[in-house]
Every structure is written in C-alpha cells, then in structure tokens.
Nanobody, 125 residues
Framework: QLQLVESGGGLVQPGGSLRLSCAAS????????IGWFRQAPGKEREGVSC????????IYADSVWGRFTASRDNAKNTVYLQMNSLTPEATAVYYC??????????????????WGQGTQVTVSS
C-alpha cells in the first residue's frame, strides 16, 4: 500500500521560508512523478509544482515561480518543496501526490493517483 506523508508545515512570518517533505512508503519513489498542491480555505485545490523522476525537470505555477523549488532524494524516498519569500497568500494545506510516469504532464489533480494527508502552512505576522 502506497503512502505519502507530508511534513514541515507550520507558522512562519511573511518573508520567511519553510521546507516541506513528502516521504513515501510502500513504493519506490524513483518511478513516480510527484506533484505539490495546496488548498486554501474556501478555494479550489491549486497545483503548485511538479518534479519528474530524475529531479532534473520541474514545473511551477506562476504564483510561486522563482520562490518555490522542488527537489527529490530518491535514495531517501523523499521529495521536498523549498518555499521562500512566503506571503500570507501562501497559507493553505499543502499536499504531495504521486503518479507512476517518468515526466511531468501538468499539475491537474486528476492526473495523480496517490495523495498524502496534507500539512498546514500558515503565513502570518
């Protein structure tokens, strides 16, 4: 049974940074594209980023371009999302999701088969 577990969320001041982790069990993560998503209260889920299996190709939403960086350590079966220059608009529950394919095909939710439970990120002074 594949499981994804996010961690690293919390409360941070505007302008601060957080690094989220997505740890996988029950599968070999190196065969899976990983997407990062977020959902703010009252809003639809938004695709934030996608990283391919090798970690050498990524996709970012315009809203996070230049501030968020996805990376992965397949040896540790873990994917990361480094978030810098955070603004209150980044407040949301962040999810990682997996699909077995080599390259990213976008950040639409329906393209991903496995989901974590989410981690809360709150940006506030």
């Amino acid at each position: 049974q594949l499981q994804l577990v996010e961690s690293g969320g919390g409360l941070v001041q505007p302008g601060g940074s957080l690094r989220l982790s997505c740890a996988a069990s029950g599968l070999t993560l190196e065969y899976y594209v990983i997407g990062w998503f977020r959902q703010a209260p009252g809003k639809e889920r938004e695709g934030v980023s996608c990283i391919n299996t090798n970690g050498d190709s990524t996709i970012y939403a315009d809203s996070v371009w230049g501030r968020f960086t996805a990376s992965r350590d397949n040896a540790k079966n873990t994917v990361y999302l480094q978030m810098n220059s955070l603004t209150p608009e980044a407040t949301a529950v962040y999810y990682c999701a997996a699909v077995r394919r080599y390259s990213c095909s976008g950040t639409e939710s329906y393209k991903y088969d496995y989901w974590g439970q989410g981690t809360q990120v709150t940006v506030s002074s």
